[in-house]
Protein backbone atom coordinates (compact mmCIF):
# COMPACT_ATOMS: atom_id res chain seq x y z
CA UNK A 1 0.00 0.00 0.00
CA UNK A 2 3.16 2.27 -0.65
CA UNK A 3 0.93 4.09 -2.85
CA UNK A 4 -1.94 5.34 -0.40
CA UNK A 5 -1.43 9.15 0.69
CA UNK A 6 -3.45 9.89 4.16
CA UNK A 7 -3.74 13.64 3.82
CA UNK A 8 -5.31 15.92 6.88
CA UNK A 9 -6.66 19.28 6.08
CA UNK A 10 -5.87 22.41 8.29
CA UNK A 11 -5.97 19.94 11.52
CA UNK A 12 -6.84 21.83 14.65
CA UNK A 13 -6.02 19.88 17.14
CA UNK A 14 -2.23 18.13 17.30
CA UNK A 15 -4.02 14.88 19.35
CA UNK A 16 -5.50 13.68 16.04
CA UNK A 17 -2.86 14.14 13.67
CA UNK A 18 -0.82 11.57 16.39
CA UNK A 19 -3.56 9.18 16.40
CA UNK A 20 -4.47 9.68 12.61
CA UNK A 21 -0.68 8.30 12.82
CA UNK A 22 -1.31 5.27 14.98
CA UNK A 23 -4.44 4.29 13.09
CA UNK A 24 -1.81 4.00 10.06
CA UNK A 25 0.76 2.43 11.86
CA UNK A 26 -1.60 -0.10 12.97
CA UNK A 27 -2.66 -0.73 9.56
CA UNK A 28 0.28 -1.16 7.73
CA UNK A 29 0.61 2.32 6.15
CA UNK A 30 3.25 5.15 6.44
CA UNK A 31 2.43 8.27 4.35
CA UNK A 32 1.12 11.05 6.48
CA UNK A 33 0.28 14.54 4.58
CA UNK A 34 -0.46 17.64 6.43
CA UNK A 35 -2.01 20.89 5.23
CA UNK A 36 -1.29 23.82 6.84
CA UNK A 37 -1.53 22.39 10.24
CA UNK A 38 -2.57 24.62 13.16
CA UNK A 39 0.35 23.37 15.71
CA UNK A 40 3.01 20.28 14.37
CA UNK A 41 5.16 19.25 15.41
CA UNK A 42 3.88 19.05 18.95
CA UNK A 43 4.56 16.49 22.17
CA UNK A 44 0.50 16.02 22.52
CA UNK A 45 0.61 14.25 18.59
CA UNK A 46 3.28 12.53 19.75
CA UNK A 47 1.98 11.05 23.14
CA UNK A 48 -0.95 10.30 20.77
CA UNK A 49 0.76 8.45 18.61
CA UNK A 50 2.09 5.91 20.99
CA UNK A 51 4.77 4.33 18.54
CA UNK A 52 4.12 5.60 15.77
CA UNK A 53 6.54 8.00 15.60
CA UNK A 54 8.30 7.51 12.53
CA UNK A 55 5.03 8.16 10.68
CA UNK A 56 5.05 11.77 12.42
CA UNK A 57 8.52 12.10 11.77
CA UNK A 58 8.25 11.46 7.90
CA UNK A 59 4.94 13.27 7.29
CA UNK A 60 4.92 15.73 4.70
CA UNK A 61 3.72 19.27 5.18
CA UNK A 62 2.04 21.42 2.45
CA UNK A 63 1.27 25.30 2.48
CA UNK A 64 -1.47 24.53 -0.04
CA UNK A 65 -4.06 21.94 -0.39
CA UNK A 66 -3.35 21.81 -4.08
CA UNK A 67 -0.07 20.94 -4.17
CA UNK A 68 -0.63 18.27 -1.67
CA UNK A 69 -2.18 16.00 -4.29
CA UNK A 70 -0.20 17.39 -7.61
CA UNK A 71 1.68 13.99 -7.99
CA UNK A 72 -1.94 12.19 -7.04
CA UNK A 73 -4.18 10.17 -9.44
CA UNK A 74 -6.83 9.38 -7.82
CA UNK A 75 -8.51 11.71 -5.06
CA UNK A 76 -10.90 11.02 -2.58
CA UNK A 77 -12.37 13.27 -0.20
CA UNK A 78 -14.09 11.99 2.77
CA UNK A 79 -16.67 14.10 3.93
CA UNK A 80 -20.28 13.57 5.98
CA UNK A 81 -22.27 16.19 4.75
CA UNK A 82 -24.51 16.36 1.52
CA UNK A 83 -23.86 18.81 -0.78
CA UNK A 84 -26.29 21.12 -3.36
CA UNK A 85 -24.12 19.77 -6.02
CA UNK A 86 -24.33 15.83 -6.75
CA UNK A 87 -20.96 14.41 -6.26
CA UNK A 88 -20.27 10.64 -6.95
CA UNK A 89 -20.43 8.71 -3.58
CA UNK A 90 -19.28 5.93 -2.71
CA UNK A 91 -18.83 3.67 0.79
CA UNK A 92 -15.57 3.12 2.59
CA UNK A 93 -15.26 -0.78 1.06
CA UNK A 94 -16.17 0.27 -2.72
CA UNK A 95 -13.27 3.71 -2.36
CA UNK A 96 -11.00 1.26 -1.20
CA UNK A 97 -11.69 -0.88 -4.63
CA UNK A 98 -11.02 2.17 -6.45
CA UNK A 99 -8.09 2.50 -4.42
CA UNK A 100 -6.37 -0.86 -5.31
CA UNK A 101 -7.56 -0.26 -8.69
CA UNK A 102 -5.13 2.48 -9.61
CA UNK A 103 -1.73 1.87 -10.18
CA UNK A 104 -0.89 5.35 -9.75
CA UNK A 105 -0.66 7.33 -6.37
CA UNK A 106 -3.88 7.70 -3.90
CA UNK A 107 -5.14 10.15 -1.84
CA UNK A 108 -7.60 9.50 1.05
CA UNK A 109 -8.43 13.64 2.08
CA UNK A 110 -9.56 14.72 5.69
CA UNK A 111 -10.83 17.92 6.07
CA UNK A 112 -11.33 20.13 9.31
CA UNK A 113 -12.63 19.06 12.21
CA UNK A 114 -15.42 21.72 12.58
CA UNK A 115 -16.58 21.63 8.88
CA UNK A 116 -14.72 19.03 6.73
CA UNK A 117 -13.55 19.72 3.29
CA UNK A 118 -15.04 23.14 1.30
CA UNK A 119 -17.44 22.46 -2.01
CA UNK A 120 -13.63 24.12 -3.33
CA UNK A 121 -11.91 21.45 -2.18
CA UNK A 122 -13.99 18.57 -2.92
CA UNK A 123 -14.03 19.76 -6.90
CA UNK A 124 -10.22 18.25 -6.73
CA UNK A 125 -11.61 15.15 -5.91
CA UNK A 126 -13.02 12.13 -8.04
CA UNK A 127 -15.18 10.67 -5.24
CA UNK A 128 -16.58 11.44 -2.45
CA UNK A 129 -16.50 8.72 0.59
CA UNK A 130 -19.05 8.93 3.28
CA UNK A 131 -19.34 6.41 6.50
CA UNK A 132 -22.97 5.39 6.99
CA UNK A 133 -22.87 6.92 10.68
CA UNK A 134 -26.01 7.24 12.21
CA UNK A 135 -28.24 10.16 10.03
CA UNK A 136 -28.72 12.07 13.57
CA UNK A 137 -25.61 11.67 14.69
CA UNK A 138 -23.20 12.09 11.93
CA UNK A 139 -20.03 13.33 13.52
CA UNK A 140 -17.15 11.48 13.12
CA UNK A 141 -14.01 12.45 14.61
CA UNK A 142 -11.28 12.65 12.00
CA UNK A 143 -8.93 10.49 13.53
CA UNK A 144 -11.66 7.53 13.85
CA UNK A 145 -12.34 8.20 10.29
CA UNK A 146 -9.06 7.65 9.33
CA UNK A 147 -8.99 4.36 11.59
CA UNK A 148 -11.88 3.42 9.47
CA UNK A 149 -10.06 3.98 6.02
CA UNK A 150 -7.02 2.41 7.23
CA UNK A 151 -9.01 -0.96 8.29
CA UNK A 152 -10.81 -1.49 5.26
CA UNK A 153 -7.26 -0.49 3.49
CA UNK A 154 -5.54 -3.36 5.62
CA UNK A 155 -8.57 -5.90 4.64
CA UNK A 156 -8.35 -5.31 1.43
CA UNK A 157 -4.92 -6.09 1.28
CA UNK A 158 -4.88 -9.24 2.71
CA UNK A 159 -7.63 -10.13 0.45
CA UNK A 160 -5.63 -9.94 -2.40
CA UNK A 161 -4.60 -12.32 -4.85
CA UNK A 162 -1.81 -13.13 -7.49
CA UNK A 163 -4.73 -12.67 -9.77
CA UNK A 164 -5.35 -9.39 -8.45
CA UNK A 165 -1.75 -8.17 -8.57
CA UNK A 166 -1.94 -9.47 -12.27
CA UNK A 167 -4.51 -7.81 -13.24
CA UNK A 168 -3.27 -4.02 -11.74
CA UNK A 169 -0.21 -5.32 -13.43
CA UNK A 170 -2.02 -4.95 -16.73
CA UNK A 171 -3.65 -1.39 -15.98
CA UNK A 172 -0.57 0.01 -15.27
CA UNK A 173 -0.69 0.97 -18.61
CA UNK A 174 -3.03 3.57 -18.50
CA UNK A 175 -2.23 5.19 -15.61
CA UNK A 176 -4.74 8.10 -14.81
CA UNK A 177 -3.97 11.85 -15.40
CA UNK A 178 -2.60 13.43 -11.97
CA UNK A 179 -4.09 16.06 -9.96
CA UNK A 180 -1.53 18.50 -11.62
CA UNK A 181 -2.41 17.57 -15.18
CA UNK A 182 -5.82 18.02 -14.64
CA UNK A 183 -5.35 21.59 -13.30
CA UNK A 184 -3.66 22.20 -15.79
CA UNK A 185 -6.64 20.66 -18.23
CA UNK A 186 -9.03 22.71 -16.20
CA UNK A 187 -7.27 26.23 -16.63
CA UNK A 188 -7.41 25.28 -20.28
CA UNK A 189 -10.77 24.41 -20.46
CA UNK A 190 -11.62 27.62 -18.61
CA UNK A 191 -10.37 30.08 -20.99
CA UNK A 192 -11.23 28.22 -24.12
CA UNK A 193 -15.04 28.69 -22.68
CA UNK A 194 -14.49 32.41 -22.49
CA UNK A 195 -12.66 32.54 -25.55
CA UNK A 196 -15.24 30.79 -27.57
CA UNK A 197 -17.68 32.92 -25.91
CA UNK A 198 -19.71 30.09 -24.03
CA UNK A 199 -19.09 31.03 -20.36
CA UNK A 200 -19.42 34.66 -19.15
CA UNK A 201 -16.29 35.29 -16.62
CA UNK A 202 -18.55 37.61 -14.60
CA UNK A 203 -21.63 35.51 -14.30
CA UNK A 204 -19.45 32.27 -14.28
CA UNK A 205 -22.66 30.43 -12.05
CA UNK A 206 -21.70 26.59 -11.81
CA UNK A 207 -20.66 25.86 -15.02
CA UNK A 208 -17.11 24.52 -14.08
CA UNK A 209 -17.68 23.23 -11.10
CA UNK A 210 -20.34 20.96 -13.19
CA UNK A 211 -17.31 20.19 -15.44
CA UNK A 212 -14.98 19.23 -12.75
CA UNK A 213 -17.53 16.35 -11.41
CA UNK A 214 -18.52 14.79 -15.12
CA UNK A 215 -14.28 14.98 -16.29
CA UNK A 216 -13.34 13.38 -12.58
CA UNK A 217 -16.21 10.94 -12.54
CA UNK A 218 -14.81 9.61 -15.81
CA UNK A 219 -10.77 10.18 -14.41
CA UNK A 220 -9.26 10.59 -17.56
CA UNK A 221 -5.88 8.84 -18.63
CA UNK A 222 -2.93 10.78 -19.51
CA UNK A 223 -3.55 10.44 -23.14
CA UNK A 224 -6.81 11.58 -23.01
CA UNK A 225 -6.15 14.78 -21.34
CA UNK A 226 -3.44 15.50 -24.39
CA UNK A 227 -6.23 14.97 -26.88
CA UNK A 228 -8.89 17.16 -25.05
CA UNK A 229 -6.26 19.85 -24.85
CA UNK A 230 -5.21 19.44 -28.28
CA UNK A 231 -9.00 20.10 -29.13
CA UNK A 232 -8.93 23.59 -27.53
CA UNK A 233 -6.05 24.71 -28.60
CA UNK A 234 -7.69 23.67 -31.87
CA UNK A 235 -10.82 25.75 -31.32
CA UNK A 236 -8.76 29.04 -29.85
CA UNK A 237 -6.87 28.77 -32.84
CA UNK A 238 -9.74 29.19 -35.00
CA UNK A 239 -11.51 31.91 -32.74
CA UNK A 240 -8.16 33.70 -33.39
CA UNK A 241 -8.56 33.40 -37.05
CA UNK A 242 -11.93 34.71 -37.09
CA UNK A 243 -11.36 37.82 -35.19
CA UNK A 244 -9.22 38.59 -37.68
CA UNK A 245 -11.08 38.07 -39.99
CA UNK A 246 -13.43 40.42 -38.76
Not at 24 to 50: D, N
Not at 122 to 138: A, D
Not at 232 to 237: C, D, N, P, R, V
Request: glycine fraction near 4%; charge should be neutral; charged fraction near 25%.
Amino acid sequence: MDNIKIILVETTHPGNIGAAARAMKTMGLSHLRLVQPKLFPCAEATARAAGADDILANTQIFESYEESLRDCHLILGTSARHRSIAWPILTPKASVEKAFACPGKVAFVFGRESSGLTNQELELCHYLVQIPTKTTFSSLNVASAVQILAYELRCADLAKSPATLHERGEIAKSVPASAEEMAQFYEHLEQTLIDIDFLDPKKPRRLMRRLHRLFNRVQLIDSEVSILRGILTAAQTQCEKRMDYE
